[in-house]
């Protein structure tokens, strides 16, 4: 353990593998339960994860391209129980399938100078048990018993995983709920209303469309309105959608403003097989009506 290490940013000594390797605040002495993603991180990834969904969710720190973020069956834990960050430290590998194992030399962003003194405590969004978090969007969504939650730059909970229909090598599951910025799925609509009109369409070929499930031969629209999501006003639309092969589906687009900042806009994707081992759709609502602003996430943002 070394002692020359100062208080600072600094790879996560518990990284396991999965997602955009975090940075812990070490404050000169111990690890602490502060997390953030390096500001240069640069990641590229994506795995089909689910209710057909792909997990195009997110994202690095400056949200600005498809940096996929959502993952396997891991359980999101990570063991804080390690030494002191080196004077260089090097990122862990990448092992998650479809990872392109980059980085950038500086993982601990800032600068090279030994961790800074910037606080953890400057507005960065928290975790905490039960929800997943974006840390990008600044929201927490509620992972219900027996789900799988995944915490980032980007989120999602999934539960029932199997082998895609399409592709036995690929993972599906029977429902999932992801989040990530509108920027970072490449949105550039200005309202929660269009922007939730513009996704349903991608979300719902990517979730149970393509090889997967050998596309979509119709459709039919059940929800187009207005909801209120964390505290923001938002739209949702959701789809059922007809497939060429395997389950039937349902598929939902929200939007709403960050509560990080209000010109920046979510986008909830979410897919339900239509299969007795899947959820109901009131599943779905009571996920949805759980969503909340991130404990620790500044302006706007309740514990």
């Known amino acids: 353990m070394t002692q020359t290490s100062p208080p600072g940013w600094h790879p996560d000594p518990g ?8 940075e812990r605040w070490w404050d000169g002495t111990q690890w602490t339960d502060h997390l953030r993603v390096p500001p240069a991180a640069v990641r590229s990834r994506r795995i089909r994860i689910g209710a057909g969904i792909t997990a195009a969710v997110v994202v690095l720190a400056a949200i600005g391209g498809g ?27 990448d092992r998650q399938r479809g990872g392109d194992g980059g980085g950038n030399g500086d993982e601990r962003g800032d600068g090279g100078n030994g961790g800074g003194s910037e606080s953890p405590d400057q507005g960065q969004p928290q975790l905490e048990d039960g929800y997943a978090t974006d840390l990008a969007s600044g929201i927490s969504i509620p992972v219900p018993d027996g789900w799988k939650g995944e915490s ?31 920027e970072a799925l490449k949105l550039t609509t200005k309202t929660a209303k269009a922007t939730a009109e513009k996704d349903i ?34 739209y949702r639309v959701r789809w059922k ?20 900042a209000k010109d920046m806009l979510v986008v909830v994707r979410s897919g339900f097989d239509i299969n007795s081992k899947a959820p109901s759709l009131s599943v779905l609502d009571k996920i949805t009506k759980g969503i909340k602003a991130a404990s620790g996430g500044g302006p706007g943002t309740s514990a």
Do not use: W
């Open 67 to 93: 940096v996929y973020l959502l993952t396997d069956d891991s359980d999101g834990k990570s063991d804080t129980a390690a030494t002191a960050p080196s004077g260089s430290p090097s990122p862990g590998p």
């Open 15 to 22: 990284y396991s593998g999965f997602g955009p390797r975090h």
């Open 152 to 182: 980032g730059m980007g989120a999602g909970v999934t539960t029932g995983s199997y082998a895609c229909p399409g592709d036995t090598d690929q993972k599906c599951v029977r429902g999932g709920i992801f989040s990530a910025p509108a």
């Open 201 to 234: 369409e991608t979300n719902a070929n990517e979730s149970y469309g393509e090889e997967i499930y050998g596309g979509i031969t119709s459709h039919e629209e059940l929800k187009s309105e207005a909801v209120t999501v964390a505290g923001q006003q938002g």
């Open 241 to 260: 959608v007809v497939t060429k092969n395997g389950d039937d589906g349902y598929v939902e687009s929200l939007a709403f403003p960050s509560p990080l």
